[in-house]
Nanobody
């Protein structure tokens, strides 16, 4: 599965961005998907996840983004989105979308559980 993430860029604190993830030739609604981010010098961290449509599509978020970020799907466009509002300086990172080929128990927070990763898109928040 080849994933393509896009939508990153520079933004001022308090602003919004919407990241997109698609996989040409694959139906993303069949997969549970996650968003992760990695800031310079830091470990990759969980941002949020959405279960595949057949498993109910539940969403999970890291505490640091809860209430500000929203994951959604557009099955007609074969896209998964990460809407990011009220961005903070500490949200600056490269953001990755990832696909889980198998069912994941719990909150789907472990990067090692995901099989395929996009190339990442840079989000830079200026204070």
């Amino acid at each position: 599965v080849q994933l393509q993430a896009s939508g990153g860029g520079p933004v001022q604190a308090g602003g919004s961005l919407r990241l997109s993830c698609t996989a040409p030739g694959r139906t993303l609604s069949r997969y549970s998907m996650g968003w992760f981010r990695q800031a310079p010098g830091k470990e990759r961290e969980f941002v949020g996840a959405i279960r595949r449509s057949g498993s109910g599509g539940a969403r999970y978020y890291a505490d640091s983004v809860k209430g500000r970020f929203t994951i959604s799907r557009d099955t007609s466009e074969n896209m998964v989105y990460l809407q990011m509002n009220n961005l903070k300086f500490e949200d600056t990172a490269v953001y990755y979308c990832a696909v889980a080929e198998r069912h994941l128990a719990g909150l789907m927070t472990r990067a090692s559980d995901y099989s395929y990763w996009g190339q990442g898109t840079q989000v830079t928040v200026s204070s």
